[in-house]
């Protein structure tokens, strides 16, 4: 395996399979600002892409095979695009590239094989979509090789069905759509309900800090499904199609007639698309009080009505409120462990990240990394010239 970067990758590709790359992949990984657990309840999300990212170098074969080699997991595994199976085990992995194929191909779409070797730096299993990364990775790959007319958005479309439908987690629609269509400098405001989406700058001056709380997601995805059908319930009984078409005064209106539990999930749902908007008025207006306030508001809802929060993000984020220079701070992702997202005077960027280092250190025992991110373009596919470097 060894150190290696995306420069290195060429090379690496022409070790591995004695053959020149003529593609290079990267798709990035995300944070989201604001718009926690409101995708998949058609709601509005406030994602930016972040200079981490997958990156495949590849090239196209004629005999329908797809071999892969992972530089971060040491390991090879190969399919036939003419019958994909799920892989177990040490290549587990691999069923993103290979649920990427099969959801290309059930829209009709003729592939190519390919070799491919696959390297990222974003942090596994840390809440920052190195999965949705890898999907649109993939099905980029794909499209690229294959010479494909798809756009960003068909490329995320078909990446979050190979999650849905061949790995099996039913994940909303934001990390594929911000992996595939981020813009450097800015975030972008996604109605997940018409797909619309427009980049939102973020302001100068405002630094975003990721903040690792190394506390690994367990039952993620039982809990996911579980609060998935707690939101559709109170759809149903709201008499709804989806909790983005209810207002915070509708939902009061109705308050006797929901369980108490069903309220106060749909209160955060309601009430995070709201603060979602008012958070991009107030960032293009320039009211940082407004946006910092609106963070805190977002992760004490996910806190005490969604239930997905945990001690560790709880800790990282009252620490953060403690530190100078801090805007706002919140959990960011699915939650139940992983990172928060802050928001930061940018001058004050770099003695923050060691104050809350040591504060979270103190209080929890646990190091956690920090990174100072920058918001960078959605995916891109580079043709390689025959020297292997990208032109
Ligand atoms: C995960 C899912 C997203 C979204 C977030 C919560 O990251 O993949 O679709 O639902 O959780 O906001």
């Given at each position: 395996?060894g150190?290696?970067?995306?420069?290195?990758?060429?090379?690496?590709?022409?070790r591995?399979?004695?053959?020149?790359p003529?593609?290079m992949?990267?798709?990035?990984?995300?944070?989201?600002?604001?718009?926690e657990?409101?995708?998949y309840?058609q709601?509005?999300?406030?994602?930016l892409?972040?200079?981490?990212?997958?990156?495949i170098?590849a090239?196209?074969?004629?005999?329908g095979q797809v071999?892969?080699?992972?530089?971060?997991?040491g390991?090879?595994s190969?399919?036939?695009l003419?019958?994909i199976?799920?892989?177990t085990?040490?290549e587990?992995?691999?069923?993103y590239?290979r649920g990427?194929?099969?959801a290309?191909?059930?829209?009709?779409?003729?592939?190519?094989g390919?070799?491919?070797l696959v390297?990222?730096?974003?942090p596994?299993?840390?809440?920052?979509?190195?999965s949705a990364?890898?999907?649109?990775?993939?099905?980029?790959a794909?499209?690229?090789?294959a010479?494909?007319?798809?756009?960003?958005?068909?490329?995320?479309l078909?990446?979050?069905?190979?999650?849905?439908e061949?790995v099996?987690?039913?994940?909303g629609?934001?990390?594929q759509?911000i992996s595939a269509l981020?813009?450097?400098g800015?975030?972008?405001?996604i109605?997940?309900h018409?797909?619309?989406?427009?980049?939102v700058?973020?302001p100068?001056?405002?630094?975003v800090v990721?903040a690792?709380?190394?506390?690994?997601?367990?039952?993620?995805?039982?809990?996911?499904?579980e609060r998935r059908?707690e939101c559709?319930e109170g759809?149903?009984r709201l008499?709804v199609q989806?909790?983005?078409?209810?207002?915070i005064?509708?939902?009061?209106a109705?308050r006797?007639s929901?369980?108490?539990l069903?309220?106060?999930?749909?209160r955060?749902v309601v009430?995070?698309?709201?603060r979602?908007l008012a958070?991009?008025?107030?960032?293009r207006?320039g009211?940082?009080?407004?946006?910092?306030?609106l963070l805190v508001q977002?992760h004490?809802?996910?806190r005490?009505?969604?239930?997905?929060s945990?001690r560790?993000?709880?800790?990282?984020?009252?620490?953060?409120?403690?530190?100078?220079?801090?805007?706002?701070?919140?959990m960011t992702?699915?939650?139940?462990g992983g990172?928060?997202v802050n928001l930061?005077?940018?001058?004050r960027?770099g003695?923050f990240?060691?104050?809350?280092?040591?504060?979270?250190r103190a209080?929890?025992?646990l190091?956690?990394?920090i990174?100072v991110?920058?918001?960078?373009d959605?995916?891109?596919?580079?043709n390689?010239?025959?020297?292997?470097?990208p032109t």
């Amino acid at each position: 395996m060894g150190e290696i970067t995306q420069h290195d990758l060429p090379a690496a590709f022409r070790r591995r399979f004695e053959a020149e790359p003529s593609l290079m992949v990267r798709a990035p990984g995300r944070v989201n600002l604001i718009g926690e657990h409101t995708d998949y309840n058609q709601g509005f999300v406030l994602p930016l892409a972040i200079n981490r990212a997958v990156w495949i170098a590849a090239r196209a074969r004629a005999d329908g095979q797809v071999a892969l080699i992972s530089e971060n997991f040491g390991n090879r595994s190969a399919f036939s695009l003419a019958s994909i199976q799920q892989a177990t085990g040490a290549e587990a992995w691999s069923n993103y590239v290979r649920g990427a194929a099969h959801a290309l191909q059930a829209q009709g779409h003729r592939l190519c094989g390919m070799d491919a070797l696959v390297w990222g730096d974003v942090p596994v299993g840390s809440g920052l979509s190195s999965s949705a990364a890898l999907l649109v990775a993939s099905t980029l790959a794909f499209s690229a090789l294959a010479e494909l007319d798809l756009s960003p958005l068909d490329i995320a479309l078909r990446a979050q069905q190979a999650e849905v439908e061949f790995v099996g987690v039913n994940v909303g629609v934001m990390d594929q759509m911000i992996s595939a269509l981020g813009q450097a400098g800015h975030a972008l405001l996604i109605d997940c309900h018409s797909l619309a989406h427009r980049p939102v700058p973020v302001p100068n001056g405002v630094a975003v800090v990721i903040a690792d709380s190394m506390k690994r997601r367990g039952l993620v995805d039982s809990k996911y499904n579980e609060r998935r059908a707690e939101c559709e319930e109170g759809a149903r009984r709201l008499g709804v199609q989806s909790l983005r078409d209810v207002t915070i005064a509708a939902l009061e209106a109705k308050r006797a007639s929901l369980p108490e539990l069903i309220w106060r999930r749909c209160r955060h749902v309601v009430g995070e698309n709201a603060r979602v908007l008012a958070c991009v008025e107030a960032l293009r207006a320039g009211r940082l009080d407004e946006v910092g306030a609106l963070l805190v508001q977002s992760h004490e809802s996910l806190r005490d009505d969604y239930e997905v929060s945990c001690r560790e993000l709880d800790v990282m984020v009252e620490a953060a409120l403690r530190q100078e220079g801090i805007i706002g701070a919140r959990m960011t992702g699915a939650g139940f462990g992983g990172c928060t997202v802050n928001l930061v005077r940018e001058e004050r960027a770099g003695r923050f990240v060691d104050g809350l280092r040591e504060a979270y250190r103190a209080q929890t025992g646990l190091t956690p990394s920090i990174y100072v991110c920058r918001a960078t373009d959605g995916a891109q596919a580079i043709n390689l010239s025959l020297s292997g470097q990208p032109t």
